[in-house]
């Protein structure tokens, strides 16, 4: 057999994984352009659309001045208009300045208008904590765009999944939110080839287990799967299940392995309070009750501003050593 | 002037304002509800500056906005019952008073945060310039707009990326009840706002419609040639108060000024301009003032025998399935 008709998945990083989806949809459709804060000649913040203002030029590729509401409102225009935006937020942080745009125009526009017009927009940036990057740097925003009807919002832990769903994102007739992670971009992992694409409001079990249902997404899905790792030692055997999509919500893939291992661990970094695990839970409870062992456990993020230091950054997002310690307690429950 | 040409704004003027006191109507029978802006005193604004663009081109406005989408031509039987909130509203009764949209004649919508709108007048501004099609937006908004960072940001992304859009501030004077003297530093002169941005800017009196339409084909022949955003304010004064919730005064203004006001309405002046051109006389207009008139009760009509949505249609257009 020759090489070249072998097919072998790539090794990525999950920046690269983003800036080929990103490509790819650009080639395919020219509707499709890219705009936010030094995402032109500065090849992105974070690297992510390196070569793009070469391959695609700067009227597909535009930098802009640092006004988010600005070129968020602008891409919602465009997009009402026919185009298909994609709106690179330097962090999620400074999408709180375009919340207007996107709660009060880009969510409810084609509900406002009787489902005349509609946003096919996807916003993407990095969101939650880096390394010691302060508290207007470091935070975990997705539970409130899961609040707005009229969203879709993805967060994915791995390459493949990164760029499978960012191609779906772009293809989608509705605004969605992609949310990335700083301290993912660099990670690495196996990506299919060529044209695919990864349904959104799919999860994926990325661990089969029996005992006990850890449900984490974004980051914390590395975290989870690192605790799967160290408890497997002792003799657990955990499920983890990434959510992929937080909205719309794969409530039937987690019920389905809470209902195996009567059990079930959230683990969140954003704030506990009002947080994206509360909403699983109620919905856990609500379809799986009698399944339940145990009450549902959750690991989230302190209710604290994030501080400098980083002995209490460390104490303020949740670490292995909780997870374990929350699992192995539930599992002594009963 | 042509005769044909100045009865046509003048119909247009009289749609929305007896289309605009038969909504008060309605709102006191308790059929509208909600919030409920009139766009009386300001018509000339609305029907002279949709008067000089094309049907292609882009119109978006604040929640004030029953004006401009009449103007764009839009069914007044669907206006009026969105307003019923009836299922054969133009939005299906979803969007009401302050959200009407008109896809069809490019009427992106009514919004109403104060200034959220702008933004987006320039991303229909960029969508035209991306494809190279030959738009221009109209984008209307208030003086109470002016000092909001969405609109500061729209005027330096509209000249930074030199995008045809056409933003006309329609200056009543009262931001619901601040005076523009009490809002905005610059309140002698508005336009002052728009130029450290680079944007040429323009006044007009916006209850002469002749004036507005002159002026707006101008500014519009203007962007098309050389695209890039272009601010007029239209000097203007809303005879009522700022909703249905405020009387015509209020505590905020006095009886004396706005019957003062009023003196300057811009039907009456279109009127004497064409009776003093000999264009027409006073028996002239009763057909057109009875015409409207039954254009305007076949809408309450239909808005009122029009059935309201069915339950199921509350989950209907959340997303695009």
């Keep these: 057999m020759k090489m070249s008709t072998m097919s072998s998945p790539l090794l990525l990083s999950y920046r690269e994984a983003l800036n080929q989806a990103m490509r790819e949809e650009m080639r395919r459709d020219g509707r499709v352009f890219l705009i936010g804060e030094e995402v032109g000649y500065y090849q992105g913040a974070f690297k992510v659309s390196k070569g793009f203002v070469e391959e695609f030029g700067p009227q597909r590729v535009l930098d802009t001045p640092i006004t988010e509401a600005g070129f968020t409102g602008l891409a919602t225009g465009a997009a009402m208009a026919g185009l298909r935006p994609i709106v690179e937020l330097m962090t999620f942080n400074f999408g709180i300045l375009a919340l207007d745009q996107i709660v009060n125009n880009a969510a409810k526009i084609r509900y406002m208008s009787g489902g005349q017009l509609s946003v096919p927009m996807v916003i993407r940036g990095p969101g939650s904590a880096a390394h010691q990057l302060g508290a207007q740097h470091s935070q975990s925003l997705e539970a409130w765009f899961c609040h707005v009807p009229g969203l879709k919002v993805i967060a994915p832990a791995t390459p493949h999944d990164a760029k499978g769903l960012l191609k779906s994102a772009i293809r989608d007739e509705n605004p969605v939110i992609f949310i990335e992670a700083q301290l993912l971009y660099g990670t690495k992992g196996t990506v299919g080839e060529g044209d695919y694409t990864i349904p959104i409001g799919k999860a994926d079990i990325k661990r089969q287990g029996r005992d006990v249902t850890l449900v984490a997404y974004s980051k914390m899905l590395l975290l989870a799967l690192e605790a799967g790792e160290k408890l497997a030692g002792e003799g657990i055997d955990a499920e983890i299940v990434d959510l992929r999509t937080l909205k719309p919500l794969d409530i039937e893939t987690i019920v389905a392995s809470v209902k195996k291992t009567g059990r079930l661990v959230i683990v969140e970094e954003g704030w506990h309070f009002a947080g994206l695990g509360a909403q699983i839970a109620e919905s856990v409870y609500s379809q799986a009750f009698d399944y339940l062992d145990a009450p549902i456990v959750r690991v989230t993020g302190e209710e604290v501003p994030m501080p400098y230091t980083r002995p209490l950054e460390d104490a303020a997002i949740p670490d292995l050593a909780r997870v374990v310690t929350a699992v192995k307690r539930l599992l002594t429950r009963g | ?321």
């Design chain 2, 1 to 321: 002037m042509d005769r044909q040409d100045l009865l046509s704004l003048y119909r247009q003027m009289l749609l929305i304002r007896r289309f605009e006191e038969k909504s008060a109507e309605m709102y006191a029978l308790a059929k509208i509800a909600g919030f409920l802006h009139l766009y009386i005193g300001q018509e000339a604004v609305a029907v002279g500056a949709i008067a000089a663009i094309g049907p292609d081109d882009y119109v978006i406005s604040s929640y004030r906005d029953h004006g401009h989408c009449l103007a764009r031509g839009t069914d007044p039987c669907l206006v009026m019952a969105e307003l019923f909130g009836k299922a054969t509203g133009l939005c299906k009764g979803k969007g009401g008073s302050m959200h009407l949209v008109d896809a069809a004649r490019n009427f992106m919508g009514g919004y109403a945060i104060v200034g959220g709108h702008l933004p987006l007048a320039t991303g229909l501004a960029f969508a035209a310039r991306y494809e190279k099609r030959q738009q221009i937006v109209l984008c209307f908004f208030g003086e109470g707009a002016l000092p909001s960072g969405h609109a500061h940001e729209a005027f330096n992304l509209a000249a930074l990326w030199k995008l045809p859009v056409i933003f006309i501030c329609e200056n009543n004077r009262y931001a619901m009840g601040t005076p523009v003297e009490r809002g905005v530093a610059l309140y002698a002169n508005v336009t002052e706002t728009a130029r450290p941005h680079g944007i040429p800017t323009e006044r007009v009196d916006g209850m002469d419609v002749l004036a507005v339409r002159t002026l707006v084909c101008d500014v519009v022949q203007r962007v098309r040639a050389s695209p890039g955003p272009c601010f007029i304010e239209a000097t203007t004064y809303r005879f009522m108060g700022h909703s249905m919730a405020d009387p015509a005064h209020g505590h905020y203004r006095t009886k004396e000024e706005v019957e003062e006001e009023r003196k300057r309405d811009p039907l009456t002046l279109l009127r004497q301009t064409m009776v003093a051109n000999h264009l027409l006389t006073e028996a002239d207009l009763k057909p057109v003032e009875r015409e409207v008139a039954e254009l305007v009760a076949s809408a309450v009509k239909f808005a009122d025998e029009s059935p309201f949505p069915p339950r199921e249609a509350l989950y209907e257009d959340v997303y695009h399935e």
